[in-house]
């Protein structure tokens, strides 16, 4: 069986959360989902866990930061082309999520943009053309 990751997140509205999610493709896994926490499903290897405040907080001693004034992870997920990273940034400011809060990322075989959800967890979307990329690491450095 693959390693499964779920990235577990504290929202602030935990329907709109739900809706921004589902607004990018993310699906709703109902068995995971109740009034304090929601599974949001990208694939089969990547599920995304929205819990409310008080619910993040029975599993970590920690404060919550403010993700909209603070970064305490960056989270990176692959894209199958240039086409579909935009695509997945228009969805999110269409869905109320912050576009490009970094800068964009183009080194021809390596294309990335970034986002921030609805309680400014930054997102990265990457897209790689892995042939051209292992080729130009291993062009010999030019004197």
Not at 42 to 54: C, N
Not at 73 to 95: G, H, N, P, Q
Request: aromatic residues 10%.
């Amino acid at each position: 069986m693959p390693k499964l990751i779920f990235v577990n997140l504290p929202v602030s509205d935990l329907p709109k959360s739900i809706a921004f999610y589902e607004a990018l493709g993310a699906v709703k896994n109902e068995q995971f989902t109740d009034h304090t926490a929601a599974c949001m499903v990208f694939s089969e290897t990547i599920h995304v866990m929205l819990l409310t405040h008080e619910k993040f907080r029975q599993f970590t001693p920690k404060t919550i930061a403010n993700a909209k004034d603070s970064t305490e992870v960056l989270i990176c997920m692959s894209a199958d082309s240039r086409d579909d990273v935009d695509t997945t940034l228009a969805k999110a400011a269409a869905a109320g999520g912050t576009v490009d809060p970094g800068p964009k990322q183009d080194y021809g075989f390596m294309y990335g943009r970034s986002f921030e959800d609805l309680d400014g967890h930054i997102w990265e979307v990457m897209w790689m053309d892995l042939a051209a990329a292992q080729e130009a690491m291993s062009a010999p450095a030019l004197a």
